[in-house]
C-alpha cells in the first residue's frame, strides 16, 4: 500500500473549470479501490457547496509565511464516494471569490500569490500533522511549486509526480513576484524557473518533478516537438527519460447509458431504441426541426483551442448537407457571437446553448449521432470517449489524445470506430464531416461502428496500474 498526496487546483464534484477536475477525482479513486491510501487537497473556494457535498471544518489552522507575509489557513475535509479522502484548505481572501482563476475580464493579478500559498501551505499542513506520503502527485501549474518547494526547502521529503493537462497553460508572471511567492532568486535562470524573462510555474514542476507525465501518449510525443512544445519543448526533450503519457480513463459510473439518470430512455449494445428517444427528445430541447440527417453535436470550451471557430464555419456545410447541430459551452466572447449569429441565421437546423448544464451534456451524447472535436490540439480529450461508449460517433482531429483514442473508418474499416481528419483546415474538416454523413446513410455500417464505439474500454484502472507503478519506481 502507498500513501499518496494529489494537489490539485480543483476536483469535482468541490470546483471545476475543465476536465482536470474529473481527472482529480477518477484517478484518486480508481487508486484507493486498488488498496492504497489516497488523499486530495484543493483550495476551498467560495463556490463549493459545503452542506451538500459533505464538508466539514476539522478544527485545525496553520499559518504559513510567504514573502515575508504569514497568511492562516483552516483545513476542511470531505470523502468522495470510494473513500478517498479530500482535504480543502480555506483562505477566503486568496479563495472567497466568485471563480477560480478570474473572471471573463482577465485572470485574478495575484493568482501568483494564491497558487505559490497554496503549495506552501500543502507542506505546512504536513508539517502540523506530522506525517508524510510516499509520494507527492501535483497536478497542473497551479501546483506546480509543489515538486520545487519540495526539492528545494523539503529536501526532497517525499516523491513527486507533475502531471500537464495542457501545457499551453503555464502560469507565466513577472520576475519580480519571485521574492513575493518563496523562490529564491538563484533559480531565476534558463535552466529552471525563467522562462523569457518570466517566472514560469509550470516549468518549475517540470524541472524538479522526480516524474513527469501528460494525459496520452500522443501528446507526450507531441510536446517534445516545437509545433506542441509551447516553448518548452526543450526542456521536455531533456527530461525525456523522465517523461511518459497515460491515458486518462473514463468513469463509467458517470457516463454510461445504461444507467444514466440525465437520460429520457437508457439503452445498452444490445438496444439501442432508448438512442433514438434521446435524440428526439434533444431536437426537441433546442427546438431544432425533426429531420432524416444526422444529428452531429459538440460540447466544450468554446475557443479557438477547441476548434470552435472552425465549427463555426462549418455550420452552413453542415446545415447543407441536412444535418441538425446543437452546441453547449461557454468560452470566449468571439466565438460564441459567432455560434450564436450562425444559430440564428438557420433556426430550427443549427441550436446554440451557451452554458454550463450537465444533465444537458449527457443528453446530447446520447442524442446526437456524431460528436465533433476538431481541436487544434488535444492532450487526452474525455468526450470522444464519452461518445463511443454512447454509441456516438466521434469526429475528430487526429492530434494528441484524440489520434490515440479513435480508429478511422476510412483508414481502418474493420476496426473503425470514429472519423479523423489529419490537416487543421476548413476543406479537410468539411470532407471528414461529409464522410460522416454518407456513413449516416448506410443503416448496416452506421450500426457496426457504433457497437464498436461501445465496445472499447477506457476504465480508469488501467491508468491507476499505470501510475501504480511509475509512483513505485520514483519511491526505488
Known sequence: MLSIMHCTPEVVPFSKTGGL????????????????????????????????HGVRATGRAFDVTLGGRTERFEVFEAHLPAGTRVVLLAHDGFFGRPELYGTRDGDYPDNPLRFAFFSAAVFRMLRGSRACPSILHAHDWQAGL???????????????????????YQGLFPAEVLPDVGLPWDVFNPEQVEFYGKVNFLKAGLVFADRITTVSPGYAREITTPEFGCGLDGVLRKRASHLVGVLNGVD??????????????????????GKAACRDALLAEYGLAPSDG?????????????????????????????????????????????LTSAAARFPGRVGVRVAFDNRLAHLIEAGSDFFVMPSRYEPCGLNQMYSLKYGTIPVVHAVGGLDDTVVDVTEDPGRGTGVKFRTFTREAFVDALR??????????????????????????????????????????
Open 21 to 52: 477536475a474529473d481527472v482529480s477525482a477518477a484517478l484518486p479513486e480508481a487508486l484507493t479501490r486498488r488498496g492504497h491510501e489516497v488523499t486530495v487537497v484543493t483550495p476551498l473556494y467560495a463556490r463549493v457547496d459545503r452542506d451538500r
Open 146 to 168: 509543489v515538486p520545487a518547494f519540495n526539492h528545494l526547502y523539503h529536501l526532497d521529503l517525499c516523491g513527486t509526480v507533475f502531471t500537464v493537462h495542457n501545457l499551453a
Open 252 to 273: 463509467y459510473g458517470e457516463w454510461d447509458p445504461e444507467g444514466d439518470p440525465h437520460l429520457p430512455a437508457r439503452y445498452r449494445p444490445g438496444d439501442l431504441s
Open 294 to 338: 444526422p444529428v452531429i453535436g459538440a460540447v466544450g470550451r468554446l475557443a479557438a483551442q477547441k476548434g470552435f471557430d472552425l465549427v463555426a464555419q462549418v455550420l452552413p456545410d453542415l446545415v447543407g448537407m441536412g444535418a441538425r447541430v446543437v452546441i453547449l459551452g461557454t468560452g470566449d466572447r468571439e466565438i460564441e457571437e459567432a
Open 435 to 476: 464522410r460522416a454523413v454518407d456513413l449516416h446513410a448506410d443503416p448496416a455500417a452506421l450500426d457496426a461502428v457504433r457497437r464498436r464505439g461501445m465496445a472499447q474500454d477506457f476504465s480508469w484502472d488501467a491508468a491507476a496500474r499505470t501510475y501504480e507503478a511509475l509512483y513505485l519506481q520514483v519511491i526505488g
